[in-house]
């Protein structure tokens, strides 16, 4: 691996990683050298995800914190927490997540509240508690989860569109305010990733149809080929690059 890219030596939160592009960013980073501290709701699988990357990577480079990612308390003690005792926190991976599918004409308040709490709002609490220490020690990277839907719109989805629109703009506007301190903050926009979350859409025979048809790699995408880009923002290549949001989405945005 190219010294650039080598992340020995740093230190990474991934938001959301007990499963799915979580999971699949931490391992990658974790094979480039990094030491880990996984975040998940359910104790369970986290602990799971923790056992199994102890196993792999080695119990002193894997830690495991639980803290509700939309309470700015939580985060606060959260992120105190896991910089207490140990290194600070090098890498940031905002990736927490979820999908709510109901036409904007019936969709509950609640439901869009939470959507936009849990892909936006916590991705600005996490960020500014970690940015904290990022700015005072003059360095440090953040990667947050955008989404083809940062770019497209397709009905049923308008909150969560609405959230990965934002989190374009919220990348750009911490780059305004920390960028001068050293810290790089981008996104990255996967396209549809075939996943245990996505698995009943590639189920389903005239959705996957349309994916395959209007993507022009013609495939769905995995979760390893979101790694690369996540290990990129994360290290030293990417020291002059900043407010940026990579599309890992086959071609899909770049045709009509």
């Not at 969709?107 to 936009?116: E, N, Y």
């Not at 709490?117 to 955008?146: D, H």
């Not at 048809?213 to 880009?229: F, L």
């Amino acid at each position: 691996m190219s010294a650039a890219f080598d992340l020995s030596g740093r230190r990474a939160l991934v938001t959301g990683s007990s499963r799915g592009i979580g999971r699949a960013i931490a391992a990658g980073l974790a094979e480039a050298g990094a030491a880990l501290v996984l975040h998940g709701r359910d104790p369970d699988r986290l602990e799971a995800t923790r056992a199994d990357f102890a196993a792999r990577f080695g119990e002193e480079r894997i830690t495991a914190a639980a803290f509700d990612v939309i309470d700015a308390e939580a985060v606060a003690a959260g992120i105190h927490r896991i910089e207490a005792d140990a290194p600070p926190i090098d890498v940031l991976i905002n990736n927490a997540g979820v999908q709510h599918r109901e036409p904007l004409l019936d969709i509950a308040l609640a439901d869009w509240d939470r959507v936009i709490a849990t892909n936006l709002t916590s991705a600005f609490l996490v960020g500014r508690e970690v940015a904290r220490g990022m700015v005072a020690r003059g360095r440090g990277k953040i990667v947050n989860i955008a989404s083809v839907q940062t770019d497209l719109a397709r009905p049923t989805i308008g909150a969560y569109t609405a959230s990965k629109g934002g989190i374009r703009n919220l990348t750009r506007a911490m780059t305004a305010e920390w960028a001068g301190d050293g810290v790089q903050v981008n996104a990255i926009a996967p396209g549809y990733i075939h996943t245990e979350m996505t698995q009943a859409l590639v189920d389903d025979e005239t959705f996957n149809g349309w994916i395959l048809g209007r993507t022009p790699a013609g495939r769905w995408g995995t979760t390893d080929d979101i790694v690369g880009p996540a290990v990129f923002f994360s290290s030293s290549a990417s020291d002059f690059v900043t407010g940026q949001v990579l599309f890992i989405d086959g071609g899909m945005t770049a045709v009509v």
